[in-house]
């Protein structure tokens, strides 16, 4: 990630950040002119968006809704050994905060954190990226198949 061809990809990639995102995605009134700016980015479609509320809040009738779950053991694990995230190694302390913010995603008034009723839940816990990436390519050609045509 660089912001003014500077590397910011460790620095944004840390406990402090997390929680200061956390208490910012709150707030109703980012959370409005956040919305406002992915649905204006996705307006003419042929566009792939991650996100904790893509599915649900920002774009509710996308043709594709796929909800990447592990576990948050997993979830640390990964995080830990992953040397773009700067921060805690312990997969135990990990997991801590991943669980809580987690909770705070779930409890929050705006955009709360939950899967679409029509997402396909893809659980990746102790699967490698190549299988999630083939389940995740399923998905959409079966999206595409079962699609109505155009007259």
Known sequence: MLIDDIDVTRAIRTPEIDRAATAVARLAGVR???????????????????GRDIGTVVFPNAHVKIYLDASPEERARRRASDP?????????????????????????????????????????????????????LEVIAEKIQNSPRPS
């Open 84 to 136: 773009a995230h700067a921060g805690p190694t312990a997969v135990a302390e990990v997991a801590t905060l991943i669980t809580a913010r987690d909770e705070n995603d779930r409890t929050r008034a705006a955009s709360p954190l939950y899967a679409a009723a029509d997402a396909v839940i893809v659980d990746t816990t102790g699967k490698p990226v190549e299988s999630v990436v083939g389940r995740v």
């Open 32 to 50: 409005a002119v956040l919305v406002a700016r992915q649905r204006l980015l996705g307006s003419e479609g042929g566009v792939v968006m991650e």
